[in-house]
């Protein structure tokens, strides 16, 4: 019989420094009703310098493991846009500060897509006998790459990290992933870029003032972003209900990437799916990229939006562009 990859824990971090719109207001043209009414987001965690992504993903899989009840894994797949260095990957060094002794270690990095990949790359693993049990992590330091320059990415970005234990089981119990959607078009790679710093572009030098030059900060074309993210999401959410065997409305709780509160509305819509049953909590948190599906579980579970039972869609839209989708039957878990 088939293995399949099941959920069985789930744990969150965000660094503890809250920056609401009024204060990103205070510091560049733009103002908390426009934040607000444009994205759905309030306040966002930024970490303070200093901080680096696996700091935060090591605090999110601490907890995950806690929550799955075993401190053990075999596998650590941890999805980033932020990773500590260049080179090595940021896995391998959370793995060892998570006492993970000489597990199998890499990154993900499909941007805003990452943690659907990491699961999907994860569950792979566990379904070919590779692993058992496998620490999946998304973990972002947004605030490293914003521009403060740049009103049109600063105030949708925050920091975070989440983490799900996966663990080899029976695909007919809750929790177990029932497949994946995955896809990309790399034409569309300049929508969401950071242009310096890579092997195309190598690191550039900073200006005669010393300040960082602008190629090396985050760049988005909101406009066409949110155009793909809407399609892109519902047609990668269909496919993943057709594999599942579900119809739209028996879905009770879309867990879409955090990216913006009018394009997990359109996507509802475009599925036919009441708004109601939508996750949000980028209000909250901001838009955390790879750590933003794992944010929106912990945040439901903790709302009394997600139930053991529940049947949960997840699909996420990012850059590369990149989208992905999977689907669960909610499992009896105590989130940490
Ligand atoms: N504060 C105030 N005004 C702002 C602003 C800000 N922070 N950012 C942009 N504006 C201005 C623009 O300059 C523009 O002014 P203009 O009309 O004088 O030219 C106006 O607001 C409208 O800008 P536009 O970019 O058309 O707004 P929008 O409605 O498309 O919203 C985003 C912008 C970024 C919120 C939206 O496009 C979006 O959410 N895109 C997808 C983002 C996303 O999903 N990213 C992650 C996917 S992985």
């Excluded at 099941?6 to 660094?15: A, R, S």
């Excluded at 806690?66 to 959370?94: F, R």
């Excluded at 659907?116 to 693993?125: C, E, K, Q, R, V």
């Excluded at 590369?320 to 989130?335: C, K």
Aim: proline share 5%.
């Amino acid at each position: 019989m088939s293995r399949a990859a099941v959920l069985t824990g789930l744990g969150t971090y965000v660094p503890p420094r809250v920056v609401t719109n009024d204060e990103l207001s205070r510091t560049m043209d733009t103002s908390d009703e426009w934040i607000r009414s444009r994205t759905g987001i309030t306040r966002r965690h930024w970490a303070e310098p200093g901080t680096a992504t696996g700091d935060l993903a090591v605090e999110a899989g601490e907890r995950a493991l806690k929550s799955a009840g075993s401190g053990d894994a075999d596998l650590v797949v941890l999805a980033t846009t932020t990773p500590d260095h260049p080179c090595p990957a940021t896995a391998p060094d959370v793995a060892a500060r998570l006492g993970l002794d000489a597990v199998a270690a890499y990154d993900i990095g499909a941007v805003c897509s990452g943690f659907i990949y990491a699961m999907a790359s994860a569950a792979g693993a566990i379904a070919a006998g590779i692993a058992e049990r496998a620490l999946v992590i998304g973990a972002e330091t947004y605030s490293t790459i914003l521009n403060p320059e740049d009103r049109t990415t600063s105030v949708i970005f925050g920091d975070g990290a989440g983490a799900v234990v996966l663990r080899a089981g029976d695909p007919a119990e809750p929790g177990a992933l029932l497949g994946h959607d995955l896809g990309s078009d790399g034409s569309l790679k300049d929508l969401i870029i950071v242009p310096a710093g890579g092997s195309r572009r190598p690191s550039a030098a900073a200006d005669a003032s010393g300040a960082r030059p602008a190629e090396t900060y985050f760049h988005m074309e909101g406009k066409p972003v949110f155009r793909h993210a809407v399609t892109r999401m519902a047609a990668s959410s269909r496919a993943m209900l057709d594999r599942a065997g579900w119809d739209p409305e028996s879905v009770d709780r879309f867990v879409g990437h955090q990216a913006n509160v009018r394009i997990l509305h359109a996507v509802a819509d475009q599925l036919g799916m009441a708004r109601d049953r939508t996750v949000v909590n980028l209000d909250r948190v901001g838009n955390t990229s790879a750590a933003s599906i794992p944010l929106a579980l912990a945040d439901a579970v903790a709302g009394g939006l997600l139930t053991p039972g529940d049947r949960v869609l997840l699909s996420a839209f990012g850059g590369g562009v990149t989208w992905g989708s999977t689907a669960l039957v909610w499992p009896e878990i105590v989130a940490d």
